[in-house]
């Protein structure tokens, strides 16, 4: 619990546990025409302005700075302890935290060494276990080729969103979650993340809302607090 949400938290009770899960949904990255600056597809379909049955691809303009189609990425593990050396990002801005009511979002600066697609990995970003279940976001990166910044990997309209992965108790020490797979420029891209409870409350993606604690529900007053400290930031190439 950190001090930027004292105030906040002393509004409300303590919460119970619940449990969040996973699972990929290996849909096609739908790239928009109006966010993504033509950037590829990594799944290796069509990138081009045809019709691949409504995806809304973007059209291709010959952009050399498109960056290269990795193919068809593996899924990426939920959760890594590990990571290679130089697959390290730096996150030079500091923390960053957003609330289920105010502020839903927050920004700052990654900063990579090699252009390409990434498996995004951070230390958790759920910190208070049963007391907040749905300490639940979802973030884009965004650079000069990926102007929308939004992820490969999909399970909520075009977002990858993050559930509460401590409600049943701390993870263990060290221990990475899985963010997104994000293109990634080298030097600066800026990092966005945004509370779920906004999509939640706009009757998008019920069904990741967890529920289990009728006093920690996106419709209530608690914080749910979520937080990037840009500490153990790994980048794995989605090859």
Request: charged share 20%.
């Amino acid at each position: 619990m950190r001090p930027s949400e004292l105030a906040a938290l002393a509004l409300f009770g303590s919460m119970s546990a619940a449990c969040s899960d996973y699972g990929f949904a290996n849909e096609k990255y739908e790239s928009r025409s109006d966010e993504t600056g033509g950037v590829a597809d990594p799944s290796g379909g069509d990138d081009g302005g045809g019709d691949d049955g409504g995806s809304g691809g973007a059209d291709d303009t010959g952009d050399p700075d498109e960056p290269d189609d990795p193919g068809d990425p593996d899924d990426p593990d939920e959760f890594i302890e590990d990571c290679a050396d130089g697959s390290v990002a730096t996150f030079p801005s500091g923390p960053i935290y957003v609330l289920s009511w105010d502020p839903t979002s927050a920004s700052g600066t990654l900063v990579a060494s090699t252009a390409g697609w990434y498996h995004v990995y951070d230390y958790t970003i759920a910190e208070s276990e049963s007391s907040q279940t749905n300490e639940t976001a979802y973030f884009r990166i965004t650079n000069a080729t990926n102007t929308g910044g939004a992820p490969y990997h999909v399970n909520c309209g075009d977002e990858w969103v993050i559930k509460d992965a401590d409600n049943s108790g701390a993870l263990p020490s060290g221990t990475r979650i899985y963010i997104g797979t994000f293109y990634l420029e080298a030097g600066q891209n800026e990092v966005t993340m945004y509370h779920y409870c906004p999509l939640q409350r706009a009757g998008e993606c019920d069904d990741l809302h967890i529920t289990s604690d009728s006093s920690s529900t996106c419709e209530t007053g608690n914080v749910n607090s979520v937080h990037f400290d840009g500490e153990g930031i790994c980048i794995v190439p989605a090859t």
